[in-house]
């Protein structure tokens, strides 16, 4: 088996100790997730319902799970039950729909707002300017079962770190802004997650608080 074990010790000691690692085990077997676990690992990133539902069934139930990819309306309902945080709303209809699902299942389901900021078309989230625009229409004020705990954003895969840098720090400054605006008061407004395998150096300094980290942990993926 690929050296999971020495490779998420490694990852684990180069974070600062206010930085969270999610461990992004999507495409890889049971076995993998259990090597990191047993490393005291419990935050684990999947991208895929159907996946992270045969995981969720057959792996110890302390692991958190995040959904971490674009999640589609009809597959919120399969999630809900037990999904830790969905770090990806990248539309109001998706926010909407995991607080009525939520609410069925007498939940508080933890979110973060995806950030569009890369140049590359394929990406999701909203703008900053769209993000903004919802904050201020303020619906998200009602929904009682769903608590927005920061914002997520994947830079432009890209070998310029300038680049990467600076699409980062446009999402640490537009944190700044809108914790200031509209969540002063509430502290579990902290998190800022950027940082995957190639950029999470990058990330690191600029203020993320948890890193999303796949393949320099658990080898490339076999689709
Ligand atoms: C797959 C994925 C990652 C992990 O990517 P690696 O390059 O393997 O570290 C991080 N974030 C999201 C949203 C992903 O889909």
Not at 24 to 52: C, D, L, T, W
């Amino acid at each position: 088996m690929y050296n999971v074990k020495g490779n998420i010790r490694k990852v684990q000691a180069s974070l600062p100790d206010d930085v969270r690692l999610v461990a992004v085990s999507k495409f890889h077997p049971n076995e993998y997730v259990m090597a990191a676990y047993e490393e005291g690992q419990r935050v684990f990133g999947e991208s895929h319902e159907q996946e992270i539902k045969q995981k969720y069934a057959t792996l110890p139930h302390d692991i958190e799970w995040h959904f971490i990819g674009h999640l589609q309306t009809n597959k919120v309902k399969y999630i809900a039950p037990y999904i830790s945080m969905i770090e990806a709303v990248d539309s109001m209809k998706l926010l909407k729909e995991i607080n009525k699902q939520a609410e069925k299942n007498s939940r508080v389901i933890k979110v973060l707002i995806e950030l569009h900021i890369a140049e590359e078309e394929a990406k999701y989230g909203f703008t900053l300017d769209a993000c903004r625009q919802m904050l201020e229409e303020g619906e998200w004020r009602e929904m009682k079962n769903v608590q927005i705990c920061g914002l997520m954003m994947m830079a432009s895969f890209v070998k310029d770190e300038s680049q990467v840098e600076n699409e980062m720090m446009q999402a640490a400054n537009f944190f700044d802004e809108v914790k200031t605006k509209y969540f002063a008061d509430d502290e579990t407004f902290c998190e800022r997650s950027w940082g995957m395998s190639s950029d999470y150096h990058i990330a690191l300094k600029c203020r993320s608080t948890m890193v999303r980290i796949g393949t320099t942990i658990f080898g490339p993926r076999v689709y």
